[in-house]
């Protein structure tokens, strides 16, 4: 099981822990909401939790709790610039279906 990083967004990563002046990486995981019932949740993490996976790529820790790797593995996080919008972008292998809004996806 492995999630991965892209180097784009773990230049953003680093950039974005830089800042901040503390933090370890980011946490990946799912929660139930939205039309298509799982959504993403990305959170920077300071401390992290003795129960998470811990993969490391391009210098960026991205931790994920072990409920959530079923619905990630195999999952790459980029970030990307398309006009004047920036963000995080998740492709997962795993989806079988996205919402209209785009906020929430099925495996």
């Known amino acids: ?5 892209t180097e784009a967004a773990a230049r953003h990563v680093s950039k974005y822990l830089a800042k901040r002046g ?3 990486g980011v946490r990946l995981g799912v929660k139930t909401t939205g039309c298509s019932g799982l959504a993403y949740q990305l ?3 300071d401390e ?3 129960n998470d996976v811990v993969f490391e790529s391009h210098g960026i820790k991205l931790l994920v709790d072990p409920k959530s790797l079923a619905y990630l593995d ?3 996080l980029d970030f990307v ?3 004047l919008n920036e963000g995080f972008k998740f492709s997962n292998p795993n989806e079988r279906d996205r919402c209209g809004c785009g906020e ?4």
Do not use: H, L, N, W
């Not at 099981?1 to 990083?5: F, Q």
């Not at 929430?104 to 495996?107: A, C, H």
């Open 1 to 5: 099981m492995a999630v991965t990083i």
């Open 22 to 24: 503390k933090g370890v």
């Open 43 to 45: 959170e920077y993490v």
């Open 48 to 50: 992290p939790d003795p």
């Open 74 to 76: 195999g999952t790459e």
């Open 81 to 83: 610039r398309e006009g």
């Open 104 to 107: 929430s996806f099925r495996v």
